[in-house]
């Protein structure tokens, strides 16, 4: 009959700090995705002339505005968890990475703000005495249109240098496989290109061929999310990163 023996904290298998934080930037970017049906959700703010003076739902906006403030956050986080290994490879592409993250969230968080002044507007003014309908759909167009070029700036430009910067990073130490960053390298100048396009008006950011020039970037993000989720950094490529913590790669349980 066999006996079962704690084993001392001691003499524990040291956990792997550069698993924790692969997993947690893995989590991270895959919560970044839950504001994909933003654009089903804001149809009613975009579509309806007349939402400020009570047509359409406030449910979808809520929540719409909900997974924006979501996605803002786990963006920031992403790069502040990743700082620390970026730096090892290039501290310049990490510092660049970290700001337009934090650059994209903050733009974010602004867009969401006019949508929620809108929605104050719909609620508790539109509906009071000697409210001027007129000046009401103008200010609810100048706050649907802060919304329109917050999102065009924060989450599609900024995506862009997300790509490049720690694309390079990625892409230069193997921590994942090359496939994975070359994609985001490939896809950010289409994106810039489109952005650009949307910016002087050459097509609207809902057009099929904006929407098209997203998908490298998208499937990019949310492959990373999958792969640093699921498998984590590739070991060799952490043994060769340049000289660092080391020591605090490893800790006990």
Do not use: H
Request: with cysteine.
């Amino acid at each position: 009959m066999s006996t079962t023996v704690d084993t001392p904290a001691a003499t524990r298998p040291p956990v792997d700090r550069m698993r924790r934080t692969s997993l947690a930037a893995g989590l991270l970017y895959l919560a970044t995705f839950v504001s994909m049906p933003t654009l089903a959700l804001y149809q009613d703010v975009r579509g309806e002339p007349d939402f400020v003076l009570g047509a359409g739902s406030d449910t979808g906006v809520l929540v719409a505005a909900s997974t924006e403030v979501v996605v803002a956050l786990a963006g920031v986080g992403t790069a502040v968890v990743l700082f620390p290994v970026a730096k090892r490879v290039s501290e310049t592409a990490a510092l660049g990475f970290v700001t337009s993250r934090v650059i994209e969230g903050a733009v974010i968080i602004v867009g969401v703000v006019s949508v929620l002044t809108l929605l104050t507007l719909r609620t508790d003014v539109a509906g009071t005495a000697g409210a001027d309908p007129a000046s009401l759909l103008t200010t609810g167009s100048t706050l649907s249109a802060v919304y329109d070029w917050a999102f065009l700036l924060s989450q599609s430009l900024m995506p862009v240098f997300n790509a490049l910067c720690l694309g390079w990073v990625l892409y230069r130490s193997g921590l994942v496989p090359r496939a994975l960053p070359a994609l985001g390298l490939i896809g950010a100048p289409l994106l810039l290109a489109s952005d650009i396009a949307i910016f002087f008006g050459v097509y609207d950011r809902a057009a099929p061929i904006a929407v098209l020039a997203a998908v490298p970037i998208a499937v990019w993000e949310f492959s990373l999310g999958v792969y640093l989720t699921v498998r984590g950094f590739r070991p060799s490529a952490v043994a060769a990163l340049p000289a660092g913590d080391r020591a605090s790669e490893r800790s006990p349980a």
